[in-house]
């Protein structure tokens, strides 16, 4: 199995790019790089970009970018696992990149050698008087200014598919992913969604860098990074919601994952989402097994999750 490192950026075509810079930006996203028909965004942290928008006559998901240590492991990929040619990449920060196709037909592109940035200096995080415990003491709590937040980085994406058992195998088999929990329907053997993690030993990761969702089709459901806490998620959503962008989902918490978390929908119908504060487990964690009669979206909210998958 291939040794990932971390998700590095998404690439998405888009009918309306200047549309998609401006959602981006609003977003919490910056201009890194434009090329003739493409804009390169970077976060607040030491990536080189996140997100690649390319202009074309459709909207679609081109493929997440995964990277690893260095091009041994591209090549790896090459010989091992039937990945494309390496090629050298366009973007800010260099580097070289080969493709994976899964069983569902989805690209998946592995990167390394990308020079990074020089990250930003980030506000102060939150410090919270608890009922239990009151550590901020003759303080004023800092409050963000109302604008997009700063993003750290792309800490996950979900995606649909159609086999979830085929998808499963892939995952671990091929790119090393390790799974956190698992929904199933019926029977603790039939998986129908689960959250995957990168194995990185005895490193602290987040519970989840990928998550899958089978609903009879192929395709991206949304992207997300994460921001300093969740008064940065409730300041943004009101940021957005004055710039007039679509919402799909108030600032929530997941069960799983423990995450706040708040989407919203890009012009090219893609959902972007903004996190914090979520679980961190190592390889040791074992996977957890949950029945999907039993699952819930949002611990604050009583709205049903059709929504969030419309």
Same mark, same amino acid.
């Given at each position: 199995?291939?040794?990932?490192?971390?998700?590095?950026?998404?690439?998405?075509?888009?009918?309306?790019?200047?549309?998609?810079?401006?959602?981006?930006?609003?977003?919490?996203?910056?201009?890194?790089?434009?090329?003739?028909?493409?804009? $390169?965004?970077?976060?607040?942290?030491?990536?080189?970009?996140?997100?690649?928008?390319?202009?074309?006559?459709?909207?679609?998901?081109?493929?997440?970018?995964?990277?690893?240590?260095?091009?041994?492991?591209?090549?790896?990929?090459?010989?091992? #696992?039937?990945?494309?040619?390496?090629?050298?990449?366009?973007?800010?920060?260099?580097?070289?990149?080969?493709?994976?196709?899964?069983?569902?037909?989805?690209?998946?592109?592995?990167?390394?050698?990308?020079?990074?940035?020089?990250?930003?200096?980030?506000?102060?995080?939150?410090?919270?008087?608890?009922?239990?415990?009151?550590?901020?003491?003759?303080?004023?709590?800092?409050?963000?200014?109302?604008?997009?937040?700063?993003?750290?980085?792309?800490?996950?994406?979900?995606?649909?598919?159609?086999? $979830?058992?085929?998808?499963?195998?892939?995952?671990?088999?091929?790119?090393?992913?390790?799974?956190?929990?698992?929904?199933?329907?019926?029977?603790?053997?039939?998986?129908?969604?689960?959250?995957?993690?990168?194995?990185?030993?005895?490193?602290?990761?987040?519970?989840?860098?990928?998550?899958?969702?089978?609903?009879?089709?192929?395709?991206?459901?949304?992207?997300?990074?994460?921001?300093?806490?969740?008064?940065?998620?409730?300041?943004?959503?009101?940021?957005?919601?004055?710039?007039?962008?679509?919402?799909?989902?108030?600032?929530?918490?997941?069960?799983?994952?423990?995450?706040?978390?708040?989407?919203?929908?890009?012009?090219?119908?893609?959902?972007?989402?903004? #996190?914090?504060?979520?679980?961190?487990?190592?390889?040791?964690?074992?996977?957890?097994?949950?029945?999907?009669?039993?699952?819930?979206?949002?611990?604050?909210?009583?709205?049903?999750?059709?929504? #969030? $998958?419309?």
């Amino acid at each position: 199995m291939l040794r990932l490192t971390g998700l590095h950026h998404v690439n998405f075509a888009v009918r309306d790019l200047g549309s998609s810079e401006r959602f981006a930006i609003d977003f919490g996203l910056q201009v890194a790089a434009r090329t003739e028909h493409s804009v $390169f965004l970077r976060g607040a942290g030491n990536g080189a970009y996140l997100l690649r928008l390319e202009a074309s006559d459709r909207d679609a998901f081109l493929g997440a970018a995964w990277s690893v240590a260095d091009a041994n492991e591209l090549q790896r990929a090459v010989a091992e #696992y039937g990945a494309t040619n390496l090629s050298e990449l366009a973007g800010p920060g260099g580097g070289h990149a080969v493709t994976l196709t899964d069983p569902e037909g989805l690209p998946w592109h592995l990167v390394a050698d990308i020079a990074p940035t020089i990250a930003q200096p980030l506000r102060e995080s939150l410090r919270i008087n608890t009922g239990a415990a009151k550590d901020r003491r003759g303080v004023t709590q800092l409050k963000p200014p109302l604008g997009p937040p700063q993003l750290l980085k792309l800490g996950h994406i979900g995606i649909f598919i159609q086999d $979830f058992a085929r998808q499963s195998q892939w995952l671990q088999n091929v790119l090393g992913l390790l799974p956190s929990d698992v929904l199933y329907a019926g029977s603790p053997d039939h998986g129908i969604g689960g959250f995957f993690r990168l194995n990185r030993g005895a490193e602290w990761v987040d519970h989840h860098a990928l998550a899958v969702f089978a609903m009879g089709k192929a395709d991206c459901h949304h992207i997300s990074f994460e921001v300093q806490d969740s008064e940065a998620q409730f300041v943004a959503h009101r940021w957005l919601s004055k710039q007039g962008w679509e919402p799909v989902w108030g600032v929530g918490r997941h069960p799983l994952g423990s995450h706040v978390f708040d989407v919203w929908r890009a012009p090219c119908g893609y959902r972007f989402e903004t #996190y914090s504060d979520t679980d961190l487990c190592t390889a040791a964690e074992p996977m957890h097994l949950h029945d999907v009669k039993h699952a819930q979206m949002d611990l604050w909210s009583n709205e049903q999750p059709d929504r #969030y $998958f419309k």
